[in-house]
């Protein structure tokens, strides 16, 4: 499934004023790849994550899902059942629930296809225990969500969002709040998802080293400028030199790294 965006302008619209915060978005989003959104706070990742995501709406342009079949959508054409079904999220919050199993945090990915009262068949909690095996997390299955680390519980928002079976998941910093093995951990497991499973991948980080050691493509977002390319690509461009390096901050493009300059003391 590739996401595809045209003219695309993203804001907020109220009675009195329209808000842009970007505008004339072309690109795309390939399924296979995991994609990272770079950015400097306030610039509008989260804007451009919710709006693909459909929880607020696009000002202007067009986001269209286009399969393998040639079939494509428009987002503003799909009602929220199809949506549900075509898109995952994973948002930097954690979630709030007290007394409820990983298992059953994860069955709740399942609500897309469950009848009216939210019940599970055998073949769902078979797609429920296969999310979260692959996902590497089986021990867990019978522990209760507010006894997990920040890593863990991230690991497990995403079988979730593995056992809703989209096509698409977004995922808003899901590094955020960890350490930085889990940070590697929750890397690696996010690319090889969309290389084993065909996944469309997006997520927004500020991890900012491990996205270009780790994504296949990186969007670099910047007031009123959205660079687009491979990390080798946009370090080569001399593109991300550009949004890295300050006084003492130096970017190291053959090894795609950031380096602190010392300051030399006097006297």
């Not at 079949?69 to 994973?90: N, P, Q, Y």
């Not at 080798?232 to 300059?261: T, W």
Request: aromatic share 6%; hydrophobic share 40%.
């Amino acid at each position: 499934m590739t996401v595809r965006l045209k003219g695309l302008t993203i804001g907020y619209r109220t009675k009195q004023v329209t808000k842009v915060v970007a505008s004339g978005i072309e690109a795309c989003i390939r399924s296979g790849e995991l994609t990272c959104l770079l950015g400097p706070n306030g610039v509008g990742k989260s804007t451009l994550l919710r709006t693909l995501s459909a929880f607020q709406p696009k000002l202007e342009g067009s986001i269209c899902y286009e399969g393998s079949d040639g079939k494509t959508a428009e987002i503003s054409e799909l009602t929220d059942r199809e949506l549900s079904r075509m898109i995952g999220v994973v948002l930097t919050e954690k979630p709030d629930v007290r007394n409820m199993t990983v298992r059953e945090l994860v069955g709740l990915g399942r609500s897309p296809y469950t009848g009216f009262w939210g019940l599970l068949t055998k073949d769902d909690y078979a797609i429920v225990d296969e999310s979260i095996s692959v996902v590497g997390i089986g021990a867990l299955s019978g522990r209760t969500v507010d006894t997990l680390s920040d890593g863990e519980r991230q690991k497990v928002m995403i079988a979730k969002a593995l056992a809703q079976q989209t096509p698409i998941i977004f995922l808003d910093e899901p590094t955020a709040f960890l350490d930085f093995p889990s940070k590697v951990e929750v890397m690696q497991l996010l690319k090889r998802l969309a290389r084993t499973m065909g996944k469309t991948i997006f997520m927004s980080t500020h991890d900012l080293e491990l996205a270009l050691q780790v994504a296949d493509t990186v969007w670099l977002m910047e007031r009123e400028t959205l660079s687009i390319g491979t990390p080798r690509e946009l370090a080569d461009s001399g593109r991300m030199g550009h949004f890295v390096e300050r006084e003492g901050i130096v970017f190291d493009r053959e090894r795609l790294s950031v380096r602190v300059e010392k300051e030399e003391r006097v006297g």
